[in-house]
């Protein structure tokens, strides 16, 4: 058991990097790339969760492997005065974040935190929203994130994920796998100069589980009232789940 324990820690840590290494390289082209393969649909899928989280003035949030932090933005917008924090393990996303924080005035209400989302530095029941969008599928152990999520949020507080999802009805999910396994790797050649990368991330999503599987994940931890919402056909999909008021 404790080989297996072992490995298992070993195969975590070496994703850990891989990933790392592959968000250092294309953070400066990153926001184009998302535009480009998303055809811009995860500006919309964004705005549609932000409508659903409800966000009151004063609240807090903390947005895990926040990237360039757009969405990061969008929340300090919508708190208004609210404690908002945004982290992430790459200090090259972060770098662009800060610029992007700063043009908008923000750099006060926002702190940017270079950290694991596997170990929040954060005490139990601080935020009262923890989100994650397109990073969940990156994270060597996507259960213990959420734990995270769930402890650091107040109760009453949400947990919300938006993330790239699989589509279950033919012909569109063919069609899908084609435009993500070989189409986008060649976008990401040909913009960004990388194609390792961009080739990369779509093998990521292969042992991600689906959004009836993650939800079923989001109930096993403990949160309720889950919901999912299946966006564009499924390509993509939003979770959103409460902590109990009666847990720690």
């Known amino acids: ?64 492997c926040c990237g360039t932090c757009d969405w990061t933005i969008a929340l300090a917008k919508a708190s208004g005065t609210g404690e908002v924090v945004g982290l992430d393990f790459s200090q090259g996303m972060l770098d662009v974040g800060k610029k992007k924080v700063q043009a908008e005035g923000l750099d006060r209400q926002i702190s940017l935190v270079q950290g694991n989302a596997m170990s929040l530095p954060f005490e139990d029941n601080r935020f009262d929203f923890a989100t994650i969008g397109f990073g969940l599928r990156n994270v060597p152990d996507l259960e213990q994130v959420l ?33 993500f396994e070989r189409v986008m790797p060649a976008i990401g050649k040909l913009v960004a100069k990388r194609y390792e990368q961009y080739k990369w991330l779509p093998e990521s999503l292969k042992a991600f ?28 999909a939003l979770h959103m789940g409460t902590k109990g008021t009666g847990q720690a």
């Not at 993330?163 to 033919?170: A, C, F, G, L, V």
């Not at 589980?209 to 109930?219: E, M, V, W």
Request: charged share 25%.
């Open 147 to 179: 734990r995270e999520m769930m402890r650091v949020v107040k109760p009453g507080g949400q947990v919300v994920c938006l993330e790239m999802s699989k589509p279950t009805w033919q012909p569109f999910k063919a069609i899908y796998y084609f435009y």
């Open 1 to 64: 058991m404790a080989r297996e324990g072992k490995v298992t820690t070993l195969q975590s840590k070496s994703k850990e990097q891989h990933v790392h290494a592959v968000f250092e390289s294309i953070a400066p082209k990153y926001d184009l790339m998302n535009d480009l393969i998303s055809f811009r649909r995860h500006k919309a899928w964004r705005k549609f969760t932000m409508r659903k989280m409800d966000v009151k003035q004063g609240q807090t949030a903390i947005d895990l």
């Open 209 to 236: 589980p689906d959004s009836k599987q993650l939800a079923d994940k989001y109930r096993e931890i403990g949160l309720q009232q889950v919901r999912v919402y299946p966006l564009a056909g499924g390509v993509a």
